[in-house]
């Protein structure tokens, strides 16, 4: 079911109220607007209640790890991440007491920073953000069971394609070496996370 970002504030507010934490998962397709709904998202609520954010990205493999694991040329593929690590941190915070650092993805240093960012017990809403959250496949799907509430952010892989190459130009790339980052991970991943996400209960468009 498609949805605004204003009804699906009243949404997550009104099914979040009576229960002590509330779990959103916003996924899909990178370069879809994740980071920019989650944001938006997250100081709406934040009007009402008190929200905490864990990013995916946060959880990606060391990039020395993947060269040993010779998957450097695919980072952000679907087997690039610590799923396990975001799996016992998301649990963790469904009987959180005390106060609970979570990892960051530096996008300019290109790296995960340990403890970047903290959430605390009385925080209301957590915003769980990354393209894989919906994916039916292992070991991905394990996650479901922990949200409450899901949102798949859908665009047409076209403009995915002109966002994903615009992403590469601005880091420096030509337009050449641009299209050939796009097309040989961003865009396979973003492939991926198309087929394999399962219905959310609503979808949203940037």
């Not at 959430?119 to 809403?125: F, V």
């Not at 209960?201 to 940037?206: G, Q």
């Given at each position: 079911m498609s949805i605004s970002i204003e009804n699906l504030t009243n949404?997550?507010?009104?099914?979040?109220?009576?229960?002590?934490r509330f779990f959103v998962a916003i996924a899909g397709p990178p370069a879809a607007g994740k980071t920019t709904i989650c944001s938006e998202l997250e100081n709406r609520l934040a009007l009402e209640t008190s929200v905490a954010v864990v990013a995916m990205d946060g959880f990606h493999y060391d990039n020395r790890i993947l060269n040993d694991l010779n998957r450097f040329h695919r980072k952000g593929a679907p087997d690039t991440f610590d799923v396990t690590g975001l799996q016992l941190l998301l649990q963790g915070l469904t009987q959180?007491?005390?106060?609970?650092?979570?990892?960051?993805?530096?996008?300019?240093?290109?790296?995960?920073?340990?403890?970047?960012?903290?959430?605390?017990?009385?925080?209301?809403?957590?915003?769980?953000?990354?393209?894989?959250?919906?994916?039916?496949?292992?070991?991905?799907?394990?996650?479901?069971?922990?949200?409450?509430?899901?949102?798949l952010m859908k665009e047409p892989i076209s403009l995915l394609e002109e966002r994903l190459v615009q992403r590469w130009l601005d880091h420096d790339h030509t337009q050449e070496q641009a299209k050939q980052r796009a097309h040989s991970n961003d865009l396979p991943n973003a492939e991926y996370v198309l087929k394999h996400s399962v219905r959310a209960d609503y979808e949203l468009s940037s």
């Amino acid at each position: 079911m498609s949805i605004s970002i204003e009804n699906l504030t009243n949404c997550i507010l009104g099914q979040a109220k009576d229960k002590q934490r509330f779990f959103v998962a916003i996924a899909g397709p990178p370069a879809a607007g994740k980071t920019t709904i989650c944001s938006e998202l997250e100081n709406r609520l934040a009007l009402e209640t008190s929200v905490a954010v864990v990013a995916m990205d946060g959880f990606h493999y060391d990039n020395r790890i993947l060269n040993d694991l010779n998957r450097f040329h695919r980072k952000g593929a679907p087997d690039t991440f610590d799923v396990t690590g975001l799996q016992l941190l998301l649990q963790g915070l469904t009987q959180q007491t005390n106060p609970v650092a979570a990892p960051v993805f530096d996008r300019q240093q290109d790296l995960s920073r340990s403890s970047a960012r903290m959430i605390h017990p009385e925080d209301h809403i957590i915003l769980v953000e990354g393209n894989y959250l919906l994916c039916d496949t292992a070991p991905w799907k394990e996650l479901h069971v922990l949200f409450d509430l899901t949102v798949l952010m859908k665009e047409p892989i076209s403009l995915l394609e002109e966002r994903l190459v615009q992403r590469w130009l601005d880091h420096d790339h030509t337009q050449e070496q641009a299209k050939q980052r796009a097309h040989s991970n961003d865009l396979p991943n973003a492939e991926y996370v198309l087929k394999h996400s399962v219905r959310a209960d609503y979808e949203l468009s940037s």
